[in-house]
């Protein structure tokens, strides 16, 4: 049977039009039993369309890693390391993963308490809620009545010593049922979203990319951002934005010399633009919660609109203020309602995603009687992302 691919059904809310090359839905494949011509298929599928799906899965925590690495075969640890986020009590991933014993590669996230699963005889799960990141959080009332927030948006990325993974497989083991939330921007834009209970919400770094405004793209093909060293320690004490994009600047990082122990050349500096292997398109891929610094290279010789250009010259900035205005003033638009797929899981949904080409978020609020589990899986990749090409910047700046 040929591999069939569909477009996932899209909310009401999207724009259609941006979403003509995003997500399919795979039937004719079994993801736990695959053909070497039947993955290629499905690799080129993956960075063509940055999501599928498979609905009605059985697929054990053994399966899980091996399609994860069937992507990237030289890759061997769990993105942020095996156990690592367990054994760092500062991090602010520490309470949303606790570690398939047998199969340290694949985490368990999710909510509520959960026995005898996959060699965990139990589990305590935490979903994560805006309520303790963010600097202002939604009302008790408006919680009640289902209104929720984007809790961060992210790459899966440890940007600290290992190189982002390539791509994240998750799988659905118990989803909990409830009525829809309303996801409020609550950043006087007045945006708000419909959301299923317990949504995953994606956004194309691709689209992020193509509706910036020329000086933007400028910026942005130019462009490398510098991580913070463990910037999961180094962002606990901040808080985030109410769009879940970005930290809020008030000083409230940690001081680089109260971290963990770190070393210079372990920081990671990425290109602000990750080039896909298939496509050859270019996709704004920055997780702005972990940016201390921001440099830009100058614009190009004979590059012709010099004085609508911002930073001509370059620049390397390290305000953390300036850092994150620029940055979220290209990547807000990206998240408005109309260009976001908050997905609808049902039990035994498997989604793979292309880590190096969208953004994503958890969002929503459980209540603690109401256990979600789900296996996630992504693989400190065995190369660095690849930026634009000499090309890409003449053709961009």
Same mark, same amino acid.
């Given at each position: 049977?040929?591999?069939?691919l569909?477009p996932? &059904?899209? &909310? ?8 003509k090359?995003?997500? $399919?839905e ?14 290629e298929?499905? $690799?080129?599928?993956?960075y ?8 009605? /899965?059985?697929?054990?925590?053994e ?16 993105? %942020? ?21 047998r /199969?340290?590669?694949?985490?368990l996230?999710?909510n ?8 965990l ?5 935490? %979903?994560?809620s #805006?309520?303790?990141? #963010?600097?202002?959080? /939604? ?9 929720t927030?984007?809790?961060?948006? #992210?790459i ?6 290992l190189? &982002?993974?390539? /791509? ?11 009525p829809?939330q309303?996801?409020r ?10 959301v299923?209970?317990?949504?995953t919400?994606?956004?194309?770094? $691709? ?34 934005k ?17 971290l ?34 921001l440099?830009?290279?100058?614009? &190009?010789?004979?590059?012709?609109s ?14 953390l ?5 620029i ?17 609808d899981? #049902? ?6 995603? %292309? ?11 459980f ?5 979600r589990a ?17 090309e ?6």
């Open positions: 049977m040929a591999i069939e569909l996932i &059904p899209l &909310p009401p809310t999207a724009d259609s039009s941006k979403f090359d995003f997500g $399919r795979v039937k004719g494949i079994n993801p736990s039993k695959f053909t070497p011509e039947e993955f298929e499905l $690799r080129q599928a993956l063509k369309y940055d999501a599928l799906l498979f609905r009605g /899965v059985d697929f054990t925590p399966q899980q890693y091996a399609l994860t690495k069937a992507f990237d075969p030289q890759s061997e640890n769990y993105g %942020h390391g095996n156990k690592q986020t367990e054994s760092d009590k500062k991090s602010i991933l520490h309470p949303d993963l606790k570690t398939i014993p /199969v340290p590669q694949v985490q996230i999710g509520g308490n959960v026995y005898d699963h996959e060699g005889s139990e589990a305590k799960l935490k %979903h994560p #805006h309520t303790t990141f #963010h600097r202002t959080r /939604v009302s008790q009332e408006d919680e009640d009545k289902g209104v927030r984007f809790y961060r948006w #992210h899966d990325a440890a940007l600290y010593n190189s &982002p993974p390539r /791509v994240t497989t998750l799988y659905a083991v118990k989803v909990p049922q409830g829809p309303v996801c921007y609550d950043d006087g834009t007045g945006d708000e979203l419909p299923p209970l317990g949504t919400a994606f956004v194309s770094g $691709r689209t992020m990319f193509e509706i910036l405004a020329p000086e933007l793209k400028s910026v942005a093909v130019r462009a490398k951002v510098r991580y913070a060293p463990h910037p999961y320690v180094w962002m606990a004490p901040a808080r985030a109410s769009t879940g994009l970005g930290i809020e600047t008030e000083g409230l990082e940690m001081d680089f010399k109260d963990p122990p770190w070393e210079e050349s372990k920081r990671k500096t990425f290109p602000v633009l990750w080039k896909n292997p298939v496509t050859k398109e270019l996709s704004f891929q920055v997780h702005p919660c972990g940016v201390s610094e440099l830009i290279d100058p614009l &190009p010789e004979g590059a012709s010099r004085e609508k250009s911002l930073y001509p010259d370059g620049a390397h900035l390290t305000d203020k300036e850092v994150r205005d940055l979220y003033r290209m990547q807000r638009p990206a998240i408005s309602p109309n260009l976001v797929y908050p997905h899981w #049902h039990e035994r949904d498997l989604v793979l995603f %292309h880590n190096r080409g969208l953004l994503h978020t958890v969002v929503g609020a209540k603690p009687d109401q256990v789900f296996h996630q899986c992504n693989l400190a990749a065995s190369d660095e992302p690849a930026g634009p090409s000499e890409d910047i003449r053709k961009w700046a």
